[in-house]
């Protein structure tokens, strides 16, 4: 625990450097980092390899955790994004004169020390870094086991251009990979300002229940697409394979198609994209008796109690048929995250009801929930998605990893 408690004042006291710094040098460790990832790419990438000889190919987790050139190349792009936007720091929100002379305005800042405990998602190492780094915030590290070679890599490049660079290189920490060092971080009363878990609801609950310190809840995603009566086919069939195949272990991906029954009988021009990425449909039983000889057999499932409601961060989805779009609400509020939620439709007064019924972070209509994403929504990059209402909300860029402050200007004025 000594060891834990060095590092968290080294954070610390790295914070009050951290918020000082010009947003000028920020920018030109990031634009550093970044040339750097693509320069090392070969031993970012060999780090990645040692991890991913640990994983089953057949894991869903196994594609979270795979780097590859392109990726690399991807976050060093990312970084350089986040480098284009402007400081969220000393942004005057408010502001006024008092009748007594007071001058009060409310202006941002960093939070401090912003702890992460993520699974296997080497990127996240990257993303979270340079997000904290551009709003003034120390990033504080706890990643899974699984990524811990590509996380040491990741950790050592970046310290090493803080270091280039004339930074603290404790304005980045990589705490252990051990269950230790999540009790320690959710524990560090007066040390770590706020804690964003990245991972799956597992994760996600126990940070929550067992921290002592602020948390801000992310990532876990139940997400519902809903092909509406009035739903236009073509757009259809692009949405949902999109949503579905793009990427299956991320939280944005679709795990449940709804469909109106009146719409069953293009149920299976609907699905047929996804046969070519082998996608297992768990149907209900008007959908599975339509499927059943037109979709390939052995990827024709019957739903379960436990198929809806169930994050599948896998070549695997649910199916479930509804006769209105009240019906389609229902399926939502019960079985949604609150993470992202999408209609198919050209009834404008279906869209509205959508929009305007469906609790989630994010709601789309005619379009596919794989932009939900912080880069997508022209953040840079996100620390996260929040699917809370208190706080930020949706993905996280810099503006929700800053706090604010008062700040009050007199001339001698006392109370009466």
Same mark, same amino acid.
């Given at each position: 625990?000594?060891?834990f408690?060095?590092?968290f004042?080294?954070?610390?006291?790295?914070?009050i450097?951290?918020a000082q710094l010009?947003?000028d040098l920020r920018?030109?460790?990031?634009n550093?980092?970044?040339?750097r990832i693509?320069a090392?790419e070969?031993s970012?990438?060999? +780090?990645n390899?040692?991890?991913l000889?640990r994983?089953?190919?057949?894991?869903p987790?196994?594609?979270?955790?795979?780097?590859?050139?392109?990726?690399?190349?991807?976050?060093?792009?990312?970084?350089k994004k986040?480098?284009?936007?402007?400081s969220?720091?000393?942004r005057?929100?408010? $502001?006024?004169?008092m009748?007594?002379?007071?001058y009060?305005r409310?202006?941002?800042?960093?939070?401090g020390v912003?702890?992460i405990v993520?699974?296997a998602?080497?990127?996240?190492?990257?993303?979270v870094?340079?997000?904290c780094f551009?709003?003034?915030n120390?990033?504080m590290?706890k990643?899974g086991?699984?990524a811990?070679?590509?996380n040491? +890599?990741a950790?050592q490049?970046?310290?090493?251009v803080l270091?280039e660079?004339g930074v603290?290189p404790?304005?980045?920490?990589?705490?252990?990979?051990?269950h230790?060092?999540?009790?320690?971080m959710?524990s560090?009363?007066?040390y770590?300002?706020?804690?964003?878990?990245?991972?799956?609801?597992?994760?996600?609950d126990f940070?929550?229940d067992?921290?002592k310190v602020?948390?801000?809840?992310?990532g876990?995603?139940?997400?519902?697409?809903y092909f509406d009566k009035?739903?236009?086919?073509?757009?259809?069939?692009a949405?949902?394979?999109?949503a579905?195949?793009?990427?299956v272990?991320?939280?944005? +991906?679709?795990d449940?198609?709804? *469909?109106? $029954?009146?719409?069953?009988?293009?149920l299976?021009?609907?699905?047929a994209?996804?046969t070519?990425?082998n *996608?297992?449909?768990?149907?209900?039983?008007k959908?599975?008796? *339509?499927?059943?000889g037109?979709?390939p057999?052995?990827?024709l499932?019957?739903?379960?109690?436990?198929?809806f409601?169930t994050?599948?961060?896998?070549?695997?989805?649910?199916?479930?048929?509804?006769a209105?779009?009240?019906?389609?609400?229902?399926?939502i509020r019960?079985?949604?995250?609150g993470h992202s939620e999408?209609?198919?439709t050209?009834d404008?007064a279906?869209?509205?009801?959508f929009?305007?019924?469906?609790? +989630?972070?994010?709601?789309?209509?005619n379009?596919?929930?794989?932009f939900s994403?912080?880069?997508?929504?022209g953040?840079?990059a $996100?620390?996260?998605i929040s699917?809370?209402?208190?706080g930020?909300?949706?993905?996280m860029g810099?503006e $929700?990893?800053?706090?604010y402050?008062?700040?009050i200007d007199?001339?001698g004025?006392?109370?009466?």
């Amino acid at each position: 625990m000594e060891d834990f408690s060095r590092m968290f004042k080294a954070a610390k006291a790295a914070s009050i450097k951290a918020a000082q710094l010009s947003d000028d040098l920020r920018n030109e460790v990031l634009n550093t980092l970044a040339d750097r990832i693509v320069a090392q790419e070969e031993s970012l990438l060999k +780090a990645n390899a040692e991890d991913l000889a640990r994983k089953d190919k057949n894991d869903p987790m196994y594609d979270r955790l795979a780097l590859s050139a392109s990726r690399l190349e991807g976050i060093a792009a990312d970084m350089k994004k986040v480098a284009t936007l402007p400081s969220p720091l000393g942004r005057i929100t408010d $502001e006024r004169t008092m009748p007594n002379g007071l001058y009060i305005r409310r202006t941002s800042v960093p939070f401090g020390v912003i702890g992460i405990v993520c699974e296997a998602r080497p990127n996240v190492t990257y993303d979270v870094f340079s997000l904290c780094f551009k709003s003034g915030n120390v990033c504080m590290l706890k990643g899974g086991k699984d990524a811990d070679a590509s996380n040491q +890599a990741a950790a050592q490049l970046i310290r090493d251009v803080l270091s280039e660079k004339g930074v603290d290189p404790d304005v980045f920490v990589l705490l252990p990979s051990s269950h230790e060092a999540v009790g320690a971080m959710l524990s560090a009363i007066g040390y770590v300002d706020l804690v964003i878990p990245r991972g799956g609801r597992r994760l996600i609950d126990f940070v929550r229940d067992n921290a002592k310190v602020p948390v801000i809840e992310t990532g876990a995603g139940v997400v519902n697409t809903y092909f509406d009566k009035c739903g236009d086919l073509e757009k259809g069939k692009a949405i949902v394979n999109n949503a579905k195949t793009r990427r299956v272990s991320v939280c944005n +991906a679709l795990d449940c198609l709804i *469909v109106h $029954e009146d719409r069953l009988c293009d149920l299976y021009e609907l699905c047929a994209p996804m046969t070519s990425h082998n *996608v297992v449909v768990y149907a209900d039983e008007k959908a599975y008796e *339509v499927l059943d000889g037109n979709y390939p057999g052995e990827l024709l499932k019957h739903a379960t109690a436990e198929t809806f409601g169930t994050e599948m961060l896998s070549y695997s989805m649910g199916l479930r048929t509804v006769a209105s779009l009240d019906e389609a609400l229902e399926h939502i509020r019960e079985y949604g995250s609150g993470h992202s939620e999408s209609i198919v439709t050209e009834d404008k007064a279906a869209a509205e009801r959508f929009r305007n019924e469906v609790d +989630a972070a994010c709601v789309y209509v005619n379009a596919p929930t794989s932009f939900s994403d912080g880069a997508q929504f022209g953040l840079g990059a $996100e620390i996260g998605i929040s699917t809370q209402k208190l706080g930020a909300r949706g993905p996280m860029g810099l503006e $929700e990893i800053t706090t604010y402050k008062w700040l009050i200007d007199g001339n001698g004025q006392t109370r009466p």
